[in-house]
């Protein structure tokens, strides 16, 4: 998949989200982060290959965050996610956290409060984590 490609499919995964929990995103935070992809003998490929990790913030106001991690919960575990990590907010040093796994694409999905509160608004941060993806016309390399 190319990188354009990565990208939208990472969008819409948010947005997706922000529609199952009822929120609006603010379109002008969101950033596409490219990584190189790391085997499991920590070999670095040079065919081009990389991970995505994506995010968006929502300004919905701290007291639905543990709304919003729970509806996510749900919907998303019904639809073949598995959870992988979850908390609902409790506090600056305990926030809300939400993270799932897609079985049959391996793509992450998390929702978390981020910022301090004091320096930084808490808000939520609705995020993509991708696979390795391996950019089209490119031969895989082999290790």
Request: hydrophobic fraction near 30%.
């Amino acid at each position: 998949m190319d990188k354009d490609a990565a990208v939208k499919q990472a969008e819409d995964y948010t947005a997706y989200m922000a529609r199952i929990a009822d929120v609006e995103l603010t379109p002008s935070t969101a950033e596409a982060n490219f990584e190189a992809c790391v085997g499991k003998d920590d070999e670095v490929a040079q065919d081009g290959r990389y991970s995505l990790f994506y995010y968006v913030y929502s300004d919905v106001p701290v007291t639905e965050h543990s709304r919003v991690v729970r509806t996510l919960r749900g919907e998303l575990t019904e639809q073949g996610y598995e959870v992988t990590s979850y908390r609902e907010f409790q506090s600056a040093y305990k926030p809300a956290v939400f993270s799932a796994r897609n079985k049959k694409t391996s793509y992450r999905v998390m929702a978390d409060t981020v910022g301090s509160g004091k320096d930084k608004p808490q808000r939520l941060s609705f995020s993509v984590r991708t696979p390795c993806l391996l950019p089209p016309g490119v031969t895989q390399q082999q290790f």
